[in-house]
């Protein structure tokens, strides 16, 4: 969720009100992949090195974090949208942190849409408290070095309750991951898009899901392999697979 910042600079505005105009557009993303019947969504909404922002900022992203928590909770929850926290929320201030547990509380059965909350989250930390992790269970005997295998880091990761990640957009004009899910989104189809974080609507929403679905995914392998792979799979379904495009 990129360019809060710089749209609001360009409209003669304080920064922190470019991350105002941005909860709202958070708001319509949550509810427009609920829409569309995407089963995760995960927000980046404030990495580790975010904290090396000027104190103010930090206050009122912090604070917009706990009205969002507050105002939007019922909705949410009415919804069926669960929410879930990757990242390391005890980082934060204490009265965020509480509106958060309460958030994952309160939405804790929702089952039509996971909406995770990338808090105080790095990618690269993640990555290097995985391999900690593991090295401590190895040295304590619990494991055998042998049997790391990629499940075994995701299950030290605070992204273990995730699938990989299938589509990474990034607003704001930008052309980097910049430290995010770094190893989940290792055959994710990047999309970067022009308009700023306060600017993206459901329309460009749909658009890129609608680019996503004609893309041909193939994990590394041939494109007559992909086809087999797809029919194979039809045929033990029992059905023809829908086409891909035309949302
Ligand atoms: C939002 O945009 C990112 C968050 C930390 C929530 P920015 O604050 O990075 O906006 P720009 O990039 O300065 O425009
Ligand atoms: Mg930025």
Not at 48 to 77: G, I, Y
Not at 109 to 114: F, K, P
Not at 167 to 178: A, D, F, N, W
Not at 185 to 201: H, N
């Amino acid at each position: 969720m990129d360019g809060n910042g710089r749209w609001a600079e360009c409209q003669g505005f304080e920064r922190v009100k470019g991350h105002c105009e941005g909860a709202r557009a958070v708001r319509d993303t949550v509810e427009t992949a609920a829409r569309m019947g995407i089963p995760y969504l995960t927000l980046y909404a404030f990495s580790v090195a975010n904290w090396s922002r000027p104190r103010n900022e930090v206050d009122t992203l912090m604070r917009l974090l706990v009205d969002f928590a507050k105002r939007e909770r019922m909705d949410l929850r009415q919804n069926g949208i669960r929410v879930q926290v990757a990242g390391h929320v005890e980082e934060l201030p204490t009265v965020t942190r509480l509106a958060v547990r309460e958030l994952i509380n309160a939405t804790r059965h929702g089952d039509r849409l996971t909406l995770t909350l990338a808090l105080s989250y790095g990618g690269r930390r993640d990555l290097v408290d995985a391999a900690r992790a593991l090295a401590e269970k190895v040295r304590k005997g619990e494991i055998d070095a042998r049997a790391i295998d990629e499940q075994a880091l995701r299950s030290e990761m605070t992204t273990r309750l995730l699938p990989d990640v299938d589509l990474l957009i990034r607003t704001g004009g930008e052309s980097r991951i910049s430290d995010f899910l770094l190893f989940e989104a290792a055959y994710a189809e990047l999309m970067f898009l022009p308009m700023m974080w306060p600017e993206f609507r459901p329309e460009h929403f749909l658009a890129a899901i609608q680019g996503y679905m004609g893309k041909e995914r193939r994990f590394g392998l041939t494109s007559a392999q992909v086809r087999t792979q797809d029919q194979d799979a039809a045929r033990a379904n029992g059905r023809i697979l829908r086409p891909v495009v035309g949302y």
